[in-house]
Nanobody, 121 residues
Framework: QVEVAQSGGGSVQPGGSLRLSCAASGSQNIVKPYAWYRQTPGNKRELVASITSQSGTTYADSVRGRFTISRDNADDTLYLQMSSLTPEDTAVYYC???????????????WGQGTQVTVSS
């Protein structure tokens, strides 16, 4: 049973920094965390940042220049370094991992448990 475990997050004052981590385990298939999403009450989950196997990155306009996504290729741990945080960054952040299956549908996305990030003075 694949598990996508997140760590990090918490509460910080505006202008502060936090780092989120995400690692997958428990599967016989290849599982690679590749993206961070966030969600606030009553809103859809939105993509914050993603990274390809060639380390190409994509960011939401609202976080570009402040957040950095990275992955440790030794163990596929995914990170999100968040700086210059504002109250608008307050949300539950989710890690998404791609599991490569041996049978159809061959690919499925697996979510982490979510972690609360609160930016408040």
């Amino acid at each position: 049973q694949v598990e996508v475990a997140q760590s990090g997050g918490g509460s910080v004052q505006p202008g502060g920094s936090l780092r989120l981590s995400c690692a997958a385990s428990g599967s016989q298939n290849i599982v690679k965390p590749y993206a961070w999403y966030r969600q606030t009450p009553g809103n859809k989950r939105e993509l914050v940042a993603s990274i390809t196997s060639q380390s190409g990155t994509t960011y939401a306009d609202s976080v570009r220049g402040r957040f950095t996504i990275s992955r440790d290729n030794a163990d596929d741990t995914l990170y999100l370094q968040m700086s210059s945080l504002t109250p608008e960054d307050t949300a539950v952040y989710y890690c998404s991992a791609r599991q490569y299956l041996k049978t159809w549908p061959f690919i499925e996305d697996v979510w982490g448990q979510g972690t609360q990030v609160t930016v408040s003075s």
